[in-house]
T-cell receptor, first 112, second 114 residues
């Protein structure tokens, strides 16, 4: 099941390090999103992008950064400013309005 | 911005019984309401969605109802089976263009006991 791919599946970060999570889609979707999921919790929006070279903060953007240099790619950097980064990160993309959002398989980030 | 509340947070039913999950939203401009199912450690996947121009939609054992006046929508699963056990999320968006945010509810963990 392709379409939108996240890597790596598991990622370990030391205190004070920046790490970058990859998200690539071949669905020709304009919109892409990053969500954070904590155990037993819902999906909280970190950043989203509607078109190339444009992105907006979601509800919990502090300590994260993104770029959208290509339509296919929307990488997320978890910076050292994010004090509690351990979580499951999900990337999604969406095409036309009022349509399904497709999710990647997620990246589980753990601080060691 | 939009706020979506989802209840209950956990739901346990006996196999064969029905399950109902309810969501309320705050933005009256929202017009697209999907439901996602997430199995343990997997990605969320769309199971059914409804747009604001209809009040009900059904797909085999699952159905969704929408009350725009009251700003709430519900997922109904009939004849539940153990494989229905998962976390279910509702969401809402304005859907004016592809970039509009999907705001999710907090999720419902459904457990179907054999």
């Amino acid at each position: 099941d392709g379409g939108i791919t996240q890597s790596p599946k598991y990622l370990f970060r030391k205190e004070g390090q920046n790490v970058t999570l990859s998200c690539e889609q071949n669905l020709n979707h304009d919109a892409m999103y990053w969500y954070r999921q904590d155990p037993g919790q819902g999906l909280r929006l970190i950043y989203y992008s509607q078109i190339v070279n444009d992105f907006q903060k979601g509800d919990i953007a502090e300590g994260y950064s993104v770029s959208r240099e290509k339509k296919e790619s929307f990488p997320l950097t978890v910076t050292s400013a994010q004090k509690n980064p351990t979580a499951f990160y999900l990337c999604a993309s969406r095409g036309e309005s009022n349509t399904e959002a497709f999710f990647g398989q997620g990246t589980r980030l753990t601080v060691v | 911005g939009e706020n979506v509340e989802q209840h209950p947070s956990t739901l346990s039913v006996q196999e064969g019984d029905s399950a109902v999950i309810k969501c309320t939203y705050s933005d009256s401009a929202s017009n697209y309401f999907p439901w996602y199912k997430q199995e343990l450690g997997k990605r969320p996947q769309l199971i059914i969605d409804i747009r604001s121009n209809v009040g009900e939609k059904k797909d085999q054992r699952i159905a969704v109802t929408l009350n725009k006046t009251a700003k709430h929508f519900s997922l109904h699963i009939t004849e539940t089976q153990p494989e229905d056990s998962a976390v279910y999320f509702c969401a809402a968006s304005r859907g004016n263009n592809a970039g509009n945010m999907l705001t999710f509810g907090g999720g419902t963990r459904l457990m179907v006991k054999p």
